[in-house]
């Protein structure tokens, strides 16, 4: 089964995201931090990561870069409730979704 770590703040966001990916069959591991996160991602080895820019601790990009050195063929897919999408084009990212009850864009 594949491995989604799902880095976010939110807990709205988390509960809807574990619902849906569940649901279309993969494991979910869950961070509500940017520390969280990375140390999760040493432990799991995940096969993909959605990770909030915005976060109290450590900010998204930070987590990103340090994400990328560790392993750069995981893939990334950035998350924010704000629509940056003309300043992902500088950042290594594979993908990014603004967050919203919709999930499609990313199935």
């Known amino acids: 089964m594949k491995k989604i770590l799902v880095v976010d703040d939110d807990q709205n966001i988390q509960k809807l995201y574990k619902l849906e990916l569940e649901e279309e069959g993969y494991e979910v591991y869950q ?3 940017g520390t969280e996160g990375l140390q999760l991602f ?13 976060m109290p601790d450590i900010d998204g990009i930070q987590v990103l870069r340090m994400m990328k050195e ?13 629509d940056y999408r003309d300043d992902f084009a500088v950042w290594a990212s594979e993908a990014y979704i603004v967050k919203s009850s919709d999930l499609e864009e990313l199935k």
């Open 70 to 82: 560790k392993n750069p063929n995981v893939p990334i897919i950035m998350s924010t409730a704000y």
């Open 31 to 33: 961070a509500y931090s």
């Open 42 to 54: 040493d432990e799991i080895k995940p096969d993909l990561v959605t990770l909030d820019i915005l």
